[in-house]
């Protein structure tokens, strides 16, 4: 009876092996940023940034499966964090050192670790505030600081920029570190950076969505380098909007919170004279509507 037991349980606790799909996404991420820093060591660098690239790809792939399937698992949320350490803070750093920061050595190093270790604080941070219940619904809408797949293209850029034009000023070690210095501050600021994942397009918006999202795919194909530069600056572009942005609707809540707070009935019964008036002449507050980016 114990055996049968046992096997019972086995049997419950097994899941199908379309649970591994986003773990197996966030394996061949982190293969594909150890493999782009062995290209990189070889001084093949447009290999690597390629293969560090496709990691950020199949980063977004596995949080989606994860959603599509419904699968949250502890193992995949470490899992996803060491993975993007390793291809958004460490190969980036690494990368930037070995190409155009190795002429000062020393300083060099030092804003490689300092853009290795705002990664890793980034990534801490993220995990702790989004267990947090109590967070504010402005929030939910958009990142804390520089997001760590959007701050390894950012560190690149310069590199990714030397492919695109082949001028020796972007190979040039201060732009570099001063690249690598700015992105490691804002991936541990508190700018407010939009995030894709909560936008919502009306139905009249999707041809001309998918139509930009065919030109852009087509643009990656003929001239990749060029368009990643590209969208590296559309990137920087976006982050003043979305510090706007996020500032309307924090007011839009703090309004809104202060209304609701104004219009709540006293916990204390009335009581004598004043009891009979009340219901009378009451002023329904006006909540505003909560505005999406």
């Not at 390629?50 to 990691?55: D, G, N, P």
């Not at 109590?134 to 760590?148: D, E, I």
């Not at 190979?171 to 919502?200: C, D, E, G, Y």
């Not at 996020?246 to 009581?271: K, L, N």
Request: hydrophobic letters at 55%; a positive charge; aromatic letters at 8%.
């Amino acid at each position: 009876m114990m055996l049968r037991g046992r096997r019972r349980q086995r049997q419950r606790t097994r899941r199908p092996l379309l649970h591994m799909v986003p773990n197996l996404f966030t394996i061949l991420s982190l293969c594909a940023g150890l493999t782009g820093l062995r290209y990189g060591l070889d001084g093949r660098y447009e290999i690597a940034v390629a293969l560090i690239v496709a990691a950020a790809v199949l980063d977004g792939l596995d949080g989606r499966a994860a959603r599509l399937l419904n699968i949250q698992s502890k193992l995949g949320a470490e899992l996803d964090s060491l993975a993007d350490f390793f291809n958004f803070g460490v190969a980036p750093a690494l990368l930037v050192y070995l190409w155009a920061l190795q002429p000062v050595r020393g300083l060099g190093w030092a804003v490689a670790l300092l853009f290795a270790v705002c990664c890793a604080l980034r990534l801490a941070r993220f995990n702790t505030e989004a267990d947090d219940p109590n967070r504010p619904r402005w929030t939910q809408h958009f990142f804390t600081g520089v997001p760590a797949p959007a701050a390894a293209g950012l560190a690149l850029s310069p590199m990714i920029a030397w492919f695109a034009f082949g001028h020796g000023f972007w190979q040039h070690w201060f732009l570099n570190a001063a690249v690598l210095a700015a992105v490691a501050i804002l991936m541990v600021s508190r700018v407010p950076t939009l995030s894709i994942k909560r936008l919502r397009l009306r139905p009249d918006q999707i041809v001309p969505t998918l139509a930009v999202a065919g030109l852009a795919m087509a643009l990656l194909v003929t001239e990749p380098w060029l368009t990643l530069s590209l969208l590296a600056l559309l990137y920087v572009a976006s982050l003043p909007v979305s510090v706007l942005v996020a500032a309307r609707m924090r007011r839009e809540e703090a309004v809104a919170g202060t209304v609701t707070a104004a219009g709540a009935p006293s916990e204390a019964p009335a009581t004598g004279p004043a009891a009979a008036n009340v219901g009378k002449d009451r002023v329904v507050p006006f909540e505003p509507r909560q505005g999406r980016p």
